[in-house]
C-alpha cells in the first residue's frame, strides 16, 4: 500500500511539474506594482500589466498594456527568439531577448520614435518578475527596477 501512494505521489508532482515546464517560468498574467518599483526619473506610468504566454528554451511570446499619466493607454506584443537580434514589437518599439537561465532572460529594446534604448534583465520567481534596467536618453543612464506581481 505503501508503494502505491508513493508512486501516486511521484506520479501526481511529475505531472504538475511537467505540467509547468511546459508553461515555461513566467507564463500568466502579471501587475506592476508602483509601490515596489523605482525610477531615477520617476514612473512613467499609472498603470501596466504585461502577459507571458510562452517562456521556453527557444523563445518568449509577450504583451504589454501601459496608462502612462496623460492617460492614453498603448500596447505591444512580441514573439521572439532568444537570438539577441532586434525585432519590432509595434510601430514604436523594437526588442531583442537572450537566455541567461531558466528564470532570467535579458532583453535590449529601442523607443522608434524617440530613439531612446535601454537593457533590462528579468528575473522570475513563482509570484514576483523583479526587473533590473537602465535606460539612455540623450546619453545619460537612468537606472530603474520593476516588480511584478502575479495574478493568474
Do not use: C
Request: hydrophobic share 40%; glycine share 8%.
Amino acid at each position: 500500500m505503501r508503494k502505491i501512494i508513493l508512486s501516486a505521489i511521484v506520479a501526481a508532482f511529475g505531472f504538475a511539474g511537467g505540467a509547468h515546464a511546459a508553461d515555461g517560468p513566467g507564463v500568466g498574467k502579471w501587475r506592476w506594482s508602483a509601490a515596489e518599483s523605482h525610477y531615477a526619473t520617476g514612473a512613467y506610468a499609472t498603470e501596466q500589466t504585461m502577459e507571458i504566454t510562452r517562456n521556453d528554451k527557444d523563445g518568449i511570446a509577450v504583451s504589454q498594456v501601459v496608462t502612462p499619466p496623460d492617460g492614453k493607454t498603448f500596447s505591444w506584443n512580441i514573439e521572439a527568439p532568444y537570438d539577441n537580434k532586434m525585432r519590432k514589437a509595434s510601430a514604436w518599439m523594437s526588442f531583442a531577448f537572450k537566455r541567461i537561465s531558466a528564470n532570467q532572460f535579458h532583453d535590449r529594446y529601442v523607443m522608434n520614435d524617440s530613439g531612446m534604448r535601454g537593457e533590462e534583465t528579468f528575473t522570475i520567481t513563482p509570484d514576483k518578475i523583479t526587473i533590473r534596467g537602465a535606460s539612455v536618453t540623450k546619453g545619460k543612464k537612468e537606472p530603474y527596477v520593476e516588480v511584478w506581481s502575479r495574478v493568474e
